[in-house]
């Protein structure tokens, strides 16, 4: 339908746009990278060009993806979308200070009033905490938390943010244990075989083998990787994973 829609009126974007998407969630990202640059070439738009950048991301290709996150905040200054963006791919490329400032700016860009965006603040995590800043690490981890948190007790939360949950307090399990509760840290670990058995995005099996790793489990996180690699390459070259690329290539030299 999306398709039938793009062919009935040439000069619309919206139905190639949702094409993409439907293309990466089928595990095809060299259909949603081609069905974006349509969407593109109709209109560029900041949201096109998220996306685009994130397919790209997602193959491994990130200068694309920064041309496009780029491209996305020239056109779209006032929008969070462009800095969010642009602060992963200088997280992939190993810029993390740089990486941090972007993923402040868009968190500082979202309107008031606005429901605020775990992710966002998971992703400032991160980049604080591989620029060495572990103070704040630990505030924006705590604040990912709290609005995972609230998701979660709704009983409203899909998986993949259940996943995203039990990252972001395994990360403050590392940075500052005496902010997780016992019984937060138990269920953790009582779920998180359940919780991985019903994942079903790349992006989801890349925190689960963040997740993994940081708990000590290599093994498990190489397989949840793979998992997340099968779809997003990409994925397997993030700085997060250089020890597992440094197991596998002392493996693959014996």
Request: aromatic share 8%; with cysteine.
């Amino acid at each position: 339908m999306a398709r039938r829609s793009g062919e009935v009126d040439p000069a619309i974007w919206k139905p190639l746009f949702a094409l993409a998407t439907m293309e990466w969630f089928d595990g095809d990202v060299a259909a949603a990278i081609a069905a974006s640059e349509a969407a593109r070439a109709r209109d560029e738009n900041e949201y096109v060009l998220a996306n685009l950048g994130s397919f790209y991301l997602c193959d491994g290709a990130f200068e694309q993806a920064r041309e496009a996150w780029e491209t996305a905040r020239d056109l779209a200054p006032q929008s969070y979308v462009g800095d969010e963006f642009l602060g992963m791919a200088h997280y992939f490329l190993g810029d993390f200070d740089e990486s941090a400032r972007l993923r402040q700016a868009a968190i500082d860009k979202v309107a008031t009033g606005a429901p605020e965006i775990h992710e966002m603040w998971g992703n400032l995590g991160d980049a604080y905490r591989q620029a060495g800043n572990e103070a704040a690490a630990i505030d924006a981890y705590l604040r990912a938390a709290e609005i995972a948190e609230r998701d979660h007790l709704r009983g409203n939360a899909p998986v993949a943010d259940r996943a995203a949950r039990a990252y972001y307090y395994t990360m403050l399990e590392q940075l500052a244990p005496s902010q997780v509760p016992e019984s937060v840290s138990r269920g953790i670990a009582d779920q998180l075989d359940d919780i991985e058995a019903s994942l079903q995005t790349a992006t989801a099996h890349r925190r689960m083998a963040q997740i993994r790793l940081a708990r000590g489990e290599p093994a498990a996180a190489r397989r949840a990787l793979d998992r997340a690699a099968a779809t997003c390459r990409g994925y397997a070259r993030m700085p997060d994973f250089a020890e597992l690329r440094v197991v596998a290539g002392n493996r693959d030299a014996t």
